[in-house]
């Protein structure tokens, strides 16, 4: 509390003033019609760079609004095809260019050029082209107004050459016309800025300018004109590929689904075409994905979903139209609350759902194979911003062996898939409006599978912001939702009973069970105020899901039943002095509660973030939460109360810029329910120009006095429970270490040619002990087995099994409760390389291997050298994937 009221009063009596001018930056650049041919080779030999270019580049970083230290000047010309950019970098110390090698998107710092471009001219999205001074290229599009809000999976088909001269370096790059959307006119305006990084200085110098303390980006570009009578071309592109594939795998004697080694060719394509100047059509018919990178390896011992971010390139480029409920704000403060993604593209391609019955040997298919997709983006309607994707999954089946008979369930019915989205801001960017929808239908050929899977789902939403005064000072942004999803008696009986709804917990007087429904509808939403200029921050946000909201066939979301907000505050001294280059302090109050008025969640925070004058960060943070009652706890059980606690840790990060990187992350939790301890470090390394390696070791130490114990009958029905409503809920202490690390390694042997590997080992174990029964609602008190009368064995049986046995009364009457022991040690490995050859612009060539190993016993002891024997003793699954594309445009 002390640290708080100390931050408080620092803010209220700290005023520093702002010195310095605002820089007069271009307005206007022209571009030029060619009338000889460029050679993109990097050399500025061509007539077109012997005029005047531009050379008004002012600094962001370190001396905002100064001049940039090295001369550079660039050009801009064009013909029917393509954009030209010419750029020369001085620089006076040309021995000291930072030209690092890496992948293509792949950013390790170190002098750079850029052009931004706003072709709509819409002062909100634009494209972005970089390349390295060691010609690596860079793409993407920035949206929202804001320089840190980028999509870098965007891949277009341009060129860029560069070349280290005496004196500095130059660059050339051939943007064609089709890779960026415009409307036809006779003569254009677009706006365009130029950026120019300087690695060992630290400098960023740009022809746009955003003072500290304000907002906007793509709004302040300067106007390119010049460009005439050039027509949007067709825009037509067709990549097939074919792929092979050999798996070899760790397999059971007799299994007649694996013998150890399978071979499987494949084929598909992708294609884009334009439809008209301003709409563009994204498809792939049998798409494949075995060039991108795996998921990392997770012990989750909560009753929530893992959520994995997407890596498919399809659902990665020109997704920014789909984000939803971001528009307007730049800056959204979240405490205890994850904001439901509205469209999860990973329900795409899903593994199946339906479990299997009894048997010997089971082949299940690992995802849902995509037979096809579509995505339309582009702008109708003077100027509304849509985007529509529809895509169809395969019907799945496992095949299973029962005493040596084979046969197929269907484990995922065929599937359709749409997703639509239209957005539009007006007022120079003041007011914004969106909608979404989202719609999932299942075609069932096996009436198994509806008790596993929604039939419909179907989800509408609006959003959009608005200013509150005519700078922009302060934002509303906002979304709200609504849900309705369909299925069999016995799909939304277990919907209403599973997580994240739990309608059974018997002390929710406002949920109750519909075991007749075949539908269940829902809605949620959130409303943030931000102030977005100046030093004094302020945000706050206001959000709710009501009980009965799903989102989970197209969406994902971790909790019902909330309603939340917060208030924060803050301020920072961003004018860098001999001391720190910027200092933020932070101050919240945060709260949660369900639909009844049960807070699960109030508390304090604060944060500090302290950056040097050589760029090393640090950040500390610390809360106080308040006595409150947790209501997932129990799994759809009574409310179980929640101590007061605390939390602390801190983060620190050096220069990213530099050949070395170290980041230090550190998480505490405090509380009469336990404690937990969370330690990451990472260290990159750059020996070379084309290579970085970096290590991230994890190590996490959690002892808990409330851990549910996983088990098919927990909890236990017994009509003597009466404090509990019928039921028992066993809990136990926890004993949880895990120790892990992320290993990746990237090494450019040429701006096309690279090689990129990831390994991540982990150990994990789980010591349950003191078992024990939830005793009453409301309270944090449980009744330990073995004491006061009840009883507990714990038994070890010859072929290695291990069942502990609970008696709530001992020689009572109450029935004793059995269950496997719930002790375990995990060991896994999980890694994959990926050489990838772009032999010509658009077609690549990929040679990819891909090994786990996995194993799981029943021990709960932590122990690293044992561990580590076990993982090399493993039998590995190996597989092994080459990729060919080739790319077709016109």
């Known amino acids: 509390m002390r640290l708080i009221f100390c931050s408080l009063l620092i803010i209220i009596v700290v005023n520093i003033p702002v010195n310095g001018a605002v820089p007069e930056f271009i307005k206007n650049i022209?571009?030029?019609?060619?009338?000889?041919?460029?050679?993109?080779?990097?050399?500025?030999?061509?007539?077109?760079?012997?005029?005047?270019?531009v050379k008004e580049f002012y600094q962001q970083n370190p001396d905002q609004g100064q001049p940039v230290t090295e001369e550079t000047e660039v050009w801009v010309a064009y013909d029917d095809a393509a954009l030209y950019i010419g750029a020369l970098m001085k620089d006076t110390h040309p021995d000291s260019i930072e030209a690092r090698l890496s992948r293509r998107d792949n950013d390790v710092g170190g002098d750079k050029f850029a052009v931004a471009i706003d072709s709509y001219h819409d002062k909100r999205i634009g494209y972005y082209f970089i390349i390295s001074a060691a010609g690596t290229l860079f793409d993407g599009i920035l949206y929202n107004d804001d320089y840190d809000q980028s999509d870098g999976s965007w891949n277009a088909v341009w060129e860029g050459k560069q070349q280290l001269l005496t004196d500095g370096w130059s660059a050339e790059m051939r943007i064609p016309f089709s890779q960026l959307r415009f409307e036809e006119k006779e003569n254009y305006t677009w706006g365009i800025a130029f950026l120019r990084w300087i690695g060992r200085k630290k400098e960023e110098?740009?022809?746009?300018?955003?003072?500290?303390?304000?907002?906007?980006?793509?709004?302040?570009?300067?106007?390119?004109?010049?460009?005439?009578?050039?027509?949007?071309?067709?825009?037509?592109?067709?990549?097939?590929?074919?792929?092979?594939?050999?798996?070899?795998?760790?397999?059971?004697?007799?299994?007649?689904?694996?013998?150890?080694?399978?071979?499987?060719?494949?084929?598909?394509?992708?294609?884009?075409?334009?439809?008209?100047?301003?709409?563009?059509?994204?498809?792939?018919?049998?798409?494949?994905?075995?060039?991108?990178?795996?998921?990392?390896?997770?012990?989750?011992?909560?009753?929530?979903?893992t959520y994995f971010g997407e890596k498919r390139?399809?659902?990665?480029?020109?997704?920014?139209?789909?984000?939803?409920?971001?528009?307007?704000?730049?800056?959204?403060?979240?405490?205890?609350?994850?904001?439901?993604?509205?469209?999860?593209?990973?329900?795409?391609?899903?593994?199946?759902?339906?479990g299997l019955p009894d048997n010997d040997f089971s082949e299940t298919p690992q995802g849902t194979r995509i037979l096809g997709a579509a995505k339309l983006t582009g702008k109708v309607l003077d100027g509304w911003n849509i985007g529509i994707i529809e895509a169809v999954t395969n019907r799945e089946y496992a095949q299973i062996a029962k005493t040596g008979v084979k046969s197929e369930v269907e484990v995922e019915p065929l599937s359709s898939y749409t997703i639509a989205r239209i957005q539009r801001d007006f007022n120079e960017g003041k007011q914004g409006i969106g909608l979404l929808a989202t719609a999932a239908h299942r075609f069932f050929k096996d009436d198994g599978v509806k008790s596993a899977v929604n039939s419909d789902a179907f989800i509408g939403g609006l959003d959009g912001w608005t200013a509150l005064d005519s700078a922009k000072e302060y934002m509303i942004s906002g979304w709200t939702v609504f849900s309705h999803v369909a299925g069999s008696k016995e799909r939304m009986l277990d919907l209403q009973q599973g997580w994240p709804h739990y309608f059974e917990r018997p002390d929710a007087s406002h949920l109750s069970i519909d075991s007749s429904a075949t539908s269940m509808s829902g809605y949620a939403g959130r409303f943030t105020l931000n102030k977005e200029k100046g030093r004094v921050m302020l945000n706050s946000a206001f959000a709710f899901i009501s009980p009965g909201f799903e989102l989970n066939d197209l969406g994902y979301f971790t909790r019902t039943d909330i309603i939340n907000y917060h208030i924060a505050t803050g301020y920072k001294w961003n004018e860098p002095t001999d001391y720190y280059r910027k200092i933020e302090q932070f101050l919240a109050y945060f709260a949660s509660s369900d639909f009844r008025g049960n807070y699960t969640v109030r508390g304090l925070w604060g944060r500090t973030n302290y950056q040097f004058t050589n760029y090393i960060t640090l950040g500390l943070y610390y809360?106080?939460?308040?006595?409150?009652?947790?209501?997932?706890?129990?799994?759809?059980?009574?409310?179980?109360?929640?101590?007061?606690?605390?939390?602390?840790?801190?983060?620190?990060?050096?220069?990213?810029?530099?050949?070395?990187?170290?980041?230090?992350?550190?998480?505490?939790?405090?509380?009469?329910d336990g404690t937990n301890r969370d330690l990451e470090l990472y260290l990159t390394m750059r020996p070379s120009s084309s290579v970085s390696v970096t290590i991230g070791p994890g190590y996490a130490y959690n002892t808990l006095k409330s851990q549910w114990v996983e088990s098919s009958n927990n909890p236990f029905s017994d009509p003597l429970a009466v404090s509990t409503y019928g039921k028992r809920y066993i809990f136990s202490d926890l004993n949880y270490k895990e120790l892990s690390a992320q290993i990746r390694v990237n090494w450019t042997l040429t701006p096309t040619l690279s090689l990129q590997m990831f390994v991540q080992p982990l150990f994990?174990?789980?010591?349950?002990?003191?078992?024990?029964?939830?005793?009453?609602?409301?309270?944090?008190?449980?009744?330990?087995?073995?004491?006061?009368?009840?009883?507990?064995?714990?038994?070890?049986?010859?072929?290695g099994s291990r069942k502990i046995y609970l008696d709530p009364d001992g020689s009572g009457p109450a029935s004793v409760i059995s269950m496997d022991h719930p002790n375990f040690s995990r060991v896994s490995l999980r890694g994959n390389a990926v050489l990838r050859w772009e032999y010509m612009p658009g077609s690549t060539l990929y040679f990819v291997w891909t090994q786990s190993r996995y194993e799981k016993v029943l021990d709960g002891a932590f122990n690293v050298k044992n561990s580590l024997d076990r993982l090399g003793n493993i039998e590995a699954d190996n597989i092994f994937m080459i990729k060919l594309t080739y790319w077709l445009g016109m």
């Open 30 to 53: 022209g571009a030029v019609r060619l009338t000889e041919t460029i050679q993109v080779d990097g050399i500025l030999s061509e007539t077109t760079y012997r005029r005047a270019g």
């Open 205 to 305: 110098s740009f022809t746009v300018y955003t003072p500290r303390n304000e907002s906007g980006f793509i709004s302040r570009f300067s106007e390119l004109t010049g460009i005439e009578n050039i027509t949007p071309p067709s825009r037509f592109e067709m990549t097939p590929y074919m792929t092979g594939r050999a798996d070899y795998l760790d397999h059971e004697s007799g299994d007649p689904f694996n013998s150890g080694s399978k071979y499987k060719p494949d084929f598909g394509i992708d294609f884009k075409f334009g439809l008209g100047s301003n709409l563009t059509v994204d498809g792939a018919i049998n798409p494949d994905f075995g060039q991108v990178e795996v998921d990392p390896a997770v012990v989750n011992l909560s009753d929530q979903e």
């Open 313 to 354: 390139p399809f659902f990665l480029e020109g997704m920014n139209i789909f984000s939803f409920g971001y528009g307007g704000v730049t800056s959204y403060w979240t405490f205890n609350w994850s904001n439901p993604n509205i469209f999860y593209s990973r329900r795409i391609g899903r593994a199946p759902t339906r």
């Open 623 to 672: 809360d106080y939460i308040f006595e409150r009652v947790d209501n997932q706890k129990t799994r759809g059980g009574p409310l179980v109360l929640k101590p007061a606690a605390y939390e602390y840790g801190f983060e620190f990060y050096t220069d990213n810029r530099n050949d070395y990187i170290g980041e230090v992350y550190y998480y505490t939790y405090h509380g009469k």
């Open 764 to 799: 994990a174990t789980g010591d349950y002990t003191n078992f024990k029964e939830f005793a009453r609602p409301r309270t944090f008190d449980f009744n330990v087995f073995g004491k006061n009368g009840s009883s507990f064995a714990d038994s070890i049986f010859g072929d």
